[in-house]
């Protein structure tokens, strides 16, 4: 029984932080998108 309840806390533990650490990537990824947009507008505004 207490294999059990080791193993489902450990599912929901690592479920958790899989989640959140591919949330965090996603954002990050977003920023860098719109960060890099917005410096070829910026380009192409001096020229």
């Known amino acids: 029984m207490r294999e059990i ?3 489902a806390a450990g599912l929901i ?3 958790f932080f899989g989640v959140t ?3 965090l ?3 990050n ?3 860098h ?3 890099r ?3 070829d507008k910026n ?3 001096k020229h």
Do not use: A, P
Request: charged share 30%; hydrophobic share 35%.
């Open 5 to 7: 309840v080791l193993v």
């Open 13 to 15: 533990i690592g479920g």
């Open 21 to 23: 650490t591919m949330c």
């Open 25 to 27: 990537f996603q954002i």
């Open 29 to 31: 990824r977003d920023r």
């Open 33 to 35: 998108y719109i960060n």
């Open 37 to 39: 947009k917005d410096s």
């Open 43 to 45: 380009e192409q505004e």
